[in-house]
């Protein structure tokens, strides 16, 4: 008898969000024990929702989340149709904050600077 890849592995990766849930979804791929779209280790799941069942992801709303052609992880990101977005969050770049609030003009960084070094020094600066 074939003994289920998914054995003795965390039971974490097989939850659709999780960062080893690529690994869980080769996995299934290739044990022995699937047949088709159902898994015969372990109890059967008849509505699985944010998991990896069979080698086939689940979103949350129980329908099958597509892969992710760059990095291979389920996309579980709820569609937006007023966005376009390239790739799933897990290879999605993060977008710099505004300049503007990243940083401050040049009159309110000598102000808090002035304010910094009057805090600091032991003869403050008389006002």
């Given at each position: 008898?074939?003994?289920?890849?998914?054995?003795?592995?965390?039971?974490?990766?097989?939850?659709?969000?999780?960062?080893?849930?690529?690994?869980?979804?080769?996995?299934?791929?290739?044990?022995?024990?699937?047949?088709?779209?159902?898994?015969?280790?372990?109890?059967?799941?008849?509505?699985?929702?944010?998991?990896?069942?069979?080698?086939v992801a689940?979103?949350?709303?129980?329908?099958?989340?597509?892969?992710?052609?760059?990095?291979?992880?389920?996309?579980?990101?709820?569609?937006?149709?007023?966005?376009?977005?390239?790739?799933?969050?897990?290879c999605r770049?993060?977008?710099?904050?505004?300049?503007?609030?990243?940083?401050?003009?040049?009159?309110?960084?000598?102000?808090?600077?002035?304010?910094?070094?009057?805090?600091?020094?032991?003869?403050?600066?008389?006002?």
């Amino acid at each position: 008898m074939n003994r289920p890849l998914c054995i003795g592995r965390p039971p974490e990766w097989w939850d659709t969000g999780d960062p080893g849930s690529r690994l869980a979804l080769a996995l299934c791929r290739v044990c022995p024990v699937r047949t088709g779209t159902t898994c015969q280790a372990g109890e059967p799941d008849p509505r699985p929702a944010g998991v990896i069942r069979a080698g086939v992801a689940y979103t949350e709303r129980r329908t099958t989340c597509p892969i992710c052609d760059r990095c291979g992880y389920p996309v579980d990101d709820r569609p937006d149709s007023r966005r376009q977005r390239e790739g799933c969050r897990n290879c999605r770049a993060p977008q710099p904050r505004n300049w503007d609030r990243t940083f401050n003009g040049r009159r309110q960084y000598q102000a808090a600077r002035y304010l910094r070094r009057k805090a600091t020094d032991r003869n403050p600066i008389p006002a």
